[in-house]
């Protein structure tokens, strides 16, 4: 063999420094050695973007060194371990977050102020991974954070889409949606694993054979195959040395071209199982809470579920060499009912592949899932048609079809002659042609415990959506109050008033948000307060300049930011907004002189693209928002603002900077919500009705720091119940009147007074979600928010209460109650142990 050249060892070269170390020194070089060698720039040529790259690499090392630590420390231990299924993932930026949870934030940007680089700028060049939708999205990415921070062994499985959550134009004050193509100048963060690249099959038919032992056996021969590879990320806790993994699966061809095909002269056959395999993972579906029977969607979930469950069991096996214990070792949470096709993939596992008998495969697959439900809405819950299910997974459906034999047998027992109940019961709704499977039953009937989101959700489940069930088998249901991650949340997103906590209380409450009660003490101490209120004017501030940039809109920044931030749903209730805003619009035309709160009106958010009416508001708030910004007569005191691209970025910016937060919905409506944990531990106050986690936030932070409006649940059932008419509320309210008679002239629409007949007629008409019925109330309540707002003392008092009380709603409450009542997983704390080059 040919010599190497020899070159002097001087003994003096560490690459450990580079790659993990944590001084100033080490960090700056290994920015400069990942520019060089990642990015092949060097100072003259790089641009912010390589300058991000290069820190987002050099933060990936050393996550990469504890993953390995952590990944050994899980088998050395036998270590139980979670794995989170979910559609969705809405992690936001990862390199703020990375600093943050290794300690370094403020070092690495020291470091890079010596060359006159700004890290914040930097960091915004991150193009944001929007793998989610909303709530239940960002919810799973929260989690995640509390499962590393809390030192537990954990998995995020999903999907690699190559197109998230569209980005929302606004064009003449309508929505218009572009691609995301978040992928197209590479992913720092992610790294493939085409060694671990897993087979899933699609459609075809199933043959019955006997074994060798005599057996009755199921063989399934598919039409299509496709690969999932798997990309992971790392996650890494904050404090600590434990960094778990997201792992997302991209969908590829098996066989790029079929030659049988090509050679008989069809091309485009040839090429179509391709197009096939990678349309899988092309695009996220951009609905919240709702569905949309699309074959496309039940291929996505079935690829990804049956992608993760064979790595779960190929990790297993090589461990334990059997899979008799997998659900003493293994966790699994469906997030909503779209990962629940993994009930009937296991067992088809476990059954046709590790020839299991079906008893045993039934108490492991049991023993193994557990399901929350994030929603009240019928129109979220997914059914699939049994055509289109047994065509694409027909093994699936016999294995449904015998659950559901089985489970129908004991209830028939339970409940002799009770038709109806067994009908609601079963996994199969109707007859004939238009059969559905139901997701949400097969979630509930394959797993050992069924949880809500928040206290009133899973009353709800357990009284209206999953009553049968919860009749069945109370003891599976069980409320999990949504929480959200005081990492990014408040340490991230809101540096300053961050600061000022750790200032007067330590640092405790970053892992341990029960702390902040600690703050109680200062709320009547004027210096604290108005530190508190310097605070949040230099964040009203900063955004105020992003309004200005953005949107061309100067606003006051000492008037009242009065925000509704979240998906447009009509049962959020974004419409109500706008007709207080036009209500206090109407009250200054008509009186000049009265004196009126200013206000900013800020919104978000982005509207499912096919959803009319959703589009229709967003149109509604520009157009009012272009006749209030410009009227002179009303001297500036009323401002609207709609941010377009609402995102997990924009948000942590507008969470710091809000004071009214709005959350609406009609009672009974929104499962839980986190958008209102995240403001209200940002020191907003809240106006909202009895619903979701909402109800939870009051009984925190007290109700005297909460403004309470609208109905309650049992009243909008009463009111519902003996028939709601909304004329009987508009012929009786004179402001009301004055306000709809506004939009329906063509008021805000240029004498058009057609535009906003749907949204007019659907109030007027209908009104499915109670507008006018909660109308006053509304009112009323934001009046008395104008006058706590000039109260200027009192008003920082409640929010610092209100920071100050939101211990409860930390991700990290959550998730331990997931560990101790549904998982039954303990942490496992991982040494850091210096890297070393003998370990070849
Ligand atoms: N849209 C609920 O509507 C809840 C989240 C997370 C939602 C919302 O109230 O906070 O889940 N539901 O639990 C679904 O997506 C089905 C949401 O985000």
Redesign the pocket.
């Known amino acids: 063999a040919p010599q190497d050249t020899q070159v002097p060892d001087s003994g003096l070269v560490r690459v450990e420094d580079d790659r993990t170390g944590m001084s100033e020194q080490s960090l700056k070089r290994a920015i400069v050695d990942n520019l060089h060698y990642g990015q092949g720039k060097d100072n003259y040529f790089a641009t912010p973007y390589d300058y991000y790259m290069a820190i987002a690499r050099s933060m990936r090392d050393r996550l990469i060194k504890r993953r390995i630590q952590t990944a050994r420390t899980h088998i050395q231990e036998d270590s139980k371990v979670v794995y989170y299924l979910s559609a969705e993932f809405l992690m936001g930026r990862y390199t703020g977050n990375s600093l943050i949870n290794l300690g370094i934030y403020e070092r690495v940007r020291k470091v890079l102020r010596e060359s006159g680089l700004e890290l914040d700028d930097l960091l915004e060049k991150e193009h944001e991974p929007g793998l989610g939708?909303?709530?239940?999205g960002r919810?799973a990415a929260c989690y995640l954070d509390s499962l590393a921070t809390l030192e537990i062994p954990a998995v995020g499985y999903g999907i690699r889409y190559e197109f998230g959550i569209f980005e929302q134009e606004i064009r003449n004050g309508w929505q218009a949606e572009r691609p995301d193509k978040w992928l197209s100048f590479g992913n720092a963060w992610e790294v493939s694993l085409p060694e671990y690249r897993t087979e899933v099959k699609f459609g075809g038919h199933t043959e019955s054979y006997t074994d060798t032992k005599g057996r009755y056996q199921t063989n399934w021969i598919p039409e299509h195959t496709v690969f999932g590879i798997p990309y992971d990320t790392p996650i890494p806790g904050y404090g600590v040395n434990t960094v778990n993994i997201l792992r997302l699966w991209k969908a590829e061809s098996s066989n790029e071209f079929d030659l049988d095909a090509f050679n008989a002269g069809d091309y485009l056959g040839a090429v179509a199982n391709k197009m096939f395999s990678e349309n899988i993972s092309k695009v996220l579906y951009p609905n919240?809470?709702t569905v949309q029977g699309k074959e496309l969607r039940l291929e996505q979930q079935y690829f990804f579920v049956s992608c993760s469950l064979q790595d779960i069991i190929r990790r297993h096996i090589y461990h334990y060499n059997s899979l008799d214990n997998l659900h003493e070792k293994s966790a699994i949470q469906l997030n909503?009912t779209h990962p629940s096709i993994g009930i009937a993939e296991l067992m088809r596992l476990l059954i046709d592949v590790h020839q299991m008998d079906w008893e045993q495969a039934w108490h492991i697959t049991q023993n193994c899932f557990a399901y929350t439900n994030?929603?009240l809405l019928p129109e979220?819950l997914e059914r699939w048609s049994v055509n289109l299910f047994g065509r694409l997974l027909p093994r699936h459906l016999e294995i449904i079809y015998e659950i559901n034999f089985r489970f129908l047998s004991e209830v028939r027992k339970r409940y002799p002659g009770d038709n109806e109940r067994i009908a609601r019961l079963s996994l199969i709704e109707g007859e004939g042609a238009d059969k559905k499977v139901r997701m949400a039953n097969l979630a509930c009937v394959g797993s050992r415990k069924i949880n809500g989101?928040a206290a009133l959700h899973t009353k709800l489940l357990q009284q209206d959506v999953l009553r049968d069930f919860y009749e069945l088998a109370p003891e599976k249901f069980i409320n999990k109050t949504?929480g959200v991650t005081p990492r990014r949340w408040l340490l991230l997103g809101n540096p300053r008033l961050s600061n000022l906590i750790t200032e007067k209380i330590g640092e405790a409450w970053i892992t341990n948000l029960d702390e902040l009660r600690k703050l109680e003490q200062f709320a009547d101490d004027p210096q604290f307060r108005q530190t508190w209120r310097e605070i949040k004017q230099a964040n009203k501030q900063d955004l105020a300049a992003y309004i200005e940039r953005k949107n061309h809109i100067q606003v006051d920044t000492n008037s009242l930011f009065d925000v509704q931030v979240k998906?447009l749903h009509e049962y959020k209730r974004q419409l109500l907004n706008v007709l207080h805003i036009i209500t206090l619009y109407n009250r200054i035309k008509r009186n000049p002189n009265e004196d009126i709160l200013p206000r900013t009106f800020i919104f978000g958010g982005k509207a499912a693209p096919g959803y009319f009416i959703a589009k229709l508001i967003i149109k509604l708030i520009n157009s009012v928002a272009a006749v209030v910004n410009d009227d002179p007569s009303l001297e500036g005191r009323l401002k609207v603002a709609f941010l377009s691209n609402y995102n997990v970025s924009m948000s942590q910016q507008i969470y710091a900077a809000a004071e009214l937060s709005e959350q609406i919905s009609t009672a009974g409506k929104?499962?839980?919500?986190?958008g209102n944990m995240k403001f209200a531990l940002n020191g907003a106050l809240t106006i909202g009705t009895l619903d979701?986690a909402n109800v939870e936030i009051r009984e925190e932070v007290g109700a005297e720091n909460f403004f309470l409006c609208g109905l309650t649940t049992p009243e909008v059932y009463e009111l519902k119940a003996k028939g709601y008419n909304p004329q009987e509320y508009y012929q009786s309210n004179s402001e009301l009147q004055e306000v709809i008679r506004l939009i329906a002239c063509g008021h805000f629409s240029d004498g058009d007074s057609q535009l906003f007949r749907p949204l007019l007629d659907s109030l007027l008409y209908n009104d499915k979600y109670m507008l006018f019925a909660d109308y006053q109330s509304y009112i009323d309540t934001q009046d008395r928010v104008s006058q706590a707002y000039r109260q200027e003392d009192n008003w920082t008092r409640m929010s610092i209460l209100n920071t100050a009380r939101m211990g409860k709603f930390s991700s990290d409450r959550a998730i331990s109650e997931y560990c101790k009542e549904i998982w039954h997983v303990e942490p496992v704390p991982v040494e850091f142990k210096e890297y070393s080059p003998e370990d070849m």
Do not use: Q
């Not at 929104?670 to 986190?674: F, K, L, P």
């Open positions: 939708n909303g709530g239940l919810l919240d809470d909503d994030h929603t979220a989101v949504n998906r929104e499962a839980s919500g986190t979701g």
